[in-house]
């Protein structure tokens, strides 16, 4: 994350004008968070069953799950730096807003929106870095970890208890972790620390041990299903509403202008990731086999929902346009485009390159990927076979490259061979030409190797 941050700011300083390079790198903090929804086409999608292996759709999973909520210290450590900056002109009002943050009133400074509060207030990189790694750190990060883990095992356990003592119902079972999120996201709200990385820790803890999932999947859980995508669209579609579109083209005030713009989505593309996985891949055997992975795993590293989470926040850090220095009014005027013109562009770019690369390898002849074969039950006998699967005679799918591990041994596991004729024509009323049409056809039958 950290090179994706520099990365990223070197890119916004050679297109953004106006904006110095401390400023660059609160911008580029915003979209160094890979998005977890966007990141599902890749991990959960037909397209990533069929051609994408489970090791690389896992560490592209749990990434965009881990650092979505890791965003907040460089994006605090580019603010303390603007805001400890050494300033001459800092009158005795900022120097004594000073004193009062240090003296335990940091927490709350960072989450009120006051010209006073959040101007420039002197003190150095040394401050600066105190009150990051004391405030961040420990306060936000650490104890957002601590607080989402404790609540997630916690929850494990008294869900486990319940479901011992027939105390919960099944809908009350598969709505438990919406209403785990929306605690978490209130009272670490109250509280200021990260609630999107606490929600990411207890949802591990959760389901650390992977009995919460099973036992979902035993229940044929569609709520949650259901409920990450009405959010989804709910939230890209807010997000829509609010894209300042007339700030995209503005080369009088802020500079921007559509070609520099369109160079920017360009380069963070490029160089955002893909230099730095290709050149520590082999750090990772067990995810990425070749350069092939590698560059895959570089290219889809969207930017969604998380920056503008990440911008909103900025905006309280820092006065309002017109009340702070030109380093601050110039940052506030052109953080606002930038993110959400590279949020459109990676929402272009990245959904539209599953369905053209389904197509490219379609057209190529590229073989689907088909390891560890599990055995999925089915909800119903007119339900269609899933990707990349086969039916079996005991009336289940035989799935390859599933995203959920598969539960059977190495001898358990189902093998594919040639069907009998005599099997599948019990009768004489089909003549030798349909035996030699159907004769190709290859089903899945369990039986020990």
């Known amino acids: ?135 961040t750190w420990l306060y936000i990060v650490l104890l957002s970890i601590v607080y989402g883990a404790v609540i997630g095992y916690g929850s494990s356990k008294v869900v486990r208890y319940a479901l011992r003592r027939k105390w919960i119902d099944s809908e009350s079972y598969v709505l438990f972790p919406a209403a785990l ?38 229940r044929h859980d569609e709520v949650n299903p259901c409920i990450d995508v009405l959010l989804n669209f709910g939230g890209f579609m807010y997000i829509g509403t ?60 969207p930017i969604g929902a998380g920056a503008v989470y990440y911008l909103e926040h900025s905006r309280h850090l820092f006065p309002k346009i017109g009340e702070g220095d030109e380093e601050q009014t110039n940052l506030i005027r052109a953080i606002g485009p930038v993110v959400y013109w590279l949020v459109i562009f990676s929402m272009v770019v990245h959904g539209l390159s599953i369905p053209v690369l389904d197509l490219i390898y379609t057209h190529m002849g590229i073989k689907p990927i088909q390891e560890d074969a599990i055995e999925i039950r089915r909800v119903s006998k007119s339900i269609a076979t899933p990707v990349n699967a086969v039916p079996s005679e005991q009336g289940t799918f035989v799935a390859y490259n599933r995203f959920s591990r598969p539960n059977a041994e190495n001898s358990q596991l189902p093998v594919v061979r040639d069907a009998p004729v005599e099997k599948m024509y019990r009768t004489n009323s089909c003549d030798e030409t349909d035996k030699e049409r159907h004769r190709t056809i290859r089903y899945a039958e369990n039986e020990r190797i």
């Open 242 to 301: 609010i894209i300042p579109w007339s700030e995209f083209n503005d080369p009088d005030g802020t500079g921007l202008t559509y070609s520099r713009l369109v160079l920017l989505g360009i380069l963070v593309l490029l160089f955002r990731r893909i230099p730095v996985i290709l050149i520590s891949y082999k750090l990772m055997p067990a995810v990425c086999k070749n350069w092939k992975e590698a560059l895959f795993m570089g290219y889809f590293g």
């Open 1 to 135: 994350m950290a090179v994706m941050w520099l990365c990223t700011s070197l890119c916004m300083l050679a297109t953004v004008p106006k904006i110095t390079l401390l400023a660059t790198l609160v911008i580029a903090s915003c979209v160094t968070c890979t998005d977890p929804i966007l990141s599902q086409a890749v991990a959960k999608g037909p397209f990533a069953d069929k051609y994408v292996a489970r090791p690389l759709r896992e560490i592209i999973s749990a990434e965009a799950g881990a650092n979505d909520g890791f965003g907040f210290p460089f994006l605090l450590l580019a603010v303390y730096l603007i805001r400890h900056a050494e300033n001459p002109d800092a009158g005795k009002e900022e120097v004594a807003g000073a004193v009062v943050a240090a003296g335990g009133e940091a927490v709350q400074m960072l989450l009120v929106r006051a010209g006073g509060e959040v101007g420039r207030m002197g003190g150095g990189v040394g401050v600066a870095l105190k009150n990051w790694f004391l405030e």
């Open 181 to 218: 999120g929306f605690l978490l996201v209130g009272t670490c709200g109250a509280i200021g620390t990260d609630d999107l990385l606490a929600c990411a820790v207890a949802g591990n803890a959760l389901n650390w041990d992977g009995e919460y999932l099973a036992e979902t999947k035993k």
